[in-house]
């Protein structure tokens, strides 16, 4: 097959690709307004103030991440008046819906207290700052935020990753197999790919720390459509699109390029390759080392691409890529 020819079928396929996800991305239904507080009642001008400043208010739901929660039946003022409680549990998984907020500013522990209940006869009143650390919001997208934002599951997923990419790597060299940026092919697909998690990696690390009201914001009510949230959530999530657009080109690519075990090989690499980038730029840019790390890294990604891999010319017998003249790998003719 001519090799421009099957360039404009993988570029064909990552714009159609595109194109499903920006309109699966547009199903989501933008938010509201909120109305001129000026035609609201106190009580319903409060409540719009407090989901702002905290980002979920009444019918808010949230499922329990902790072992159990203890909730109080009692008023939050017979509370703080250290009056006799009795308490109920609710467990893990167990979906709650917030009934009730209330700001009792005689409380010197937490001011804020929410109603939280299971159902009908399950619900009582905990401090919010007891509440929060121990559920997490009902949404897929927020539980799956909070999954991989677990300090022991980061450690974990480390360690593993380490040992395993190690192992990798050892193994392709021994092999002289093909491994992104050190042996590469001919395709700026794999390198696009493990830039692109560098990228998105270290948007996330920024917008933690520098925006992280717009990151709470968005862990509570998240989207994953671009173009309904501010420039930098926008271009984060343009990056978490592009991630499985451009890997699913990968794997055209290489499978096209290299036989079925090599191909299976430097996949497994590459993949080794995109979790350490996230990890070190993840980690590394809550200290602001990841910036300049970031700037090398890209630096030294499409330097090494250019110089090394990149098929400048093509083969005049079978059209297939070839980084200078000489014999081609494919067919074995000699071209001058």
């Known amino acids: 097959m001519n090799t421009r020819i099957y360039i404009n079928k993988v570029v064909v396929k990552t714009l ?44 808010y739901n949230f499922v329990v991440k902790a072992d159990s929660v203890c909730l109080i039946r009692q008023q939050p003022e017979e509370i703080v008046s250290r009056m006799a409680t009795d308490t109920v549990a609710v467990y893990r998984h167990e979906h709650i ?36 650390p121990s559920v997490v919001p ?7 935020i909070s999954t991989f934002s677990d300090v022991h599951l980061l450690i974990f997923l480390i360690t593993i990753s380490v040992i395993a990419v190690a192992y990798l790597m050892r193994t392709i060299f021994r092999r002289n ?34 925006a992280p009201d717009m990151w709470q914001h968005f862990y509570y009510h998240p989207t994953l459509n671009p173009f309904n949230v501010p420039p930098l959530l ?29 191909a299976f090989l430097y996949l497994c690499g590459l993949a080794g390759v995109c979790a350490v980038n996230y990890i070190i730029f993840s980690l590394s ?26 098929a400048a010319y093509v083969c005049g017998y079978c059209g297939s890529p070839m ?14």
């Not at 199903?27 to 400043?53: G, I, N, V, Y």
């Not at 009902?138 to 799956?144: A, N, Y």
């Not at 592009?242 to 096209?256: E, H, K, N, Q, Y």
């Open 16 to 59: 159609v690709a595109v194109v499903a996800a920006v309109f699966l991305a547009g199903c989501q239904r933008p938010e509201t307004s909120p109305a001129d507080l000026s035609e609201l009642t106190d009580k319903q001008a409060d409540s719009l103030l407090f989901a702002e400043k905290h980002h979920y208010s009444v019918n």
């Open 323 to 336: 980084t200078g003249k000489g014999r081609c790998p494919s067919c074995g003719r000699e071209n001058y």
């Open 138 to 144: 009902s949404d897929p997208i927020s539980q799956f």
């Open 234 to 262: 926008s271009v984060f999530l343009v990056t978490f699109w592009a991630m499985p657009i451009v890997a699913l080109a990968c794997v055209d690519v290489v499978r096209s390029l290299l036989p079925t075990g090599e």
């Open 285 to 310: 840019t809550l200290y602001f080392i990841g910036y300049p790390l970031y700037a090398a890294y890209l630096l030294f990604a499409v330097r090494r691409y250019v110089t090394r891999f990149r």
């Open 97 to 132: 819906a917030v009934a009730d907020i209330r700001i009792i500013p005689a409380d010197s522990i937490d001011s804020v207290w929410v109603q939280v209940a299971r159902d009908q006869a399950t619900f009582g009143w905990i401090h919010e700052s007891v509440l929060l």
């Open 177 to 210: 197999a093909k491994i992104v940026h050190f042996n590469d092919i001919s395709s700026f697909y794999p390198t696009l790919l493990a830039l692109t998690v560098a990228t998105s990696a270290t948007l996330y690390a920024s917008i933690q720390t520098f």
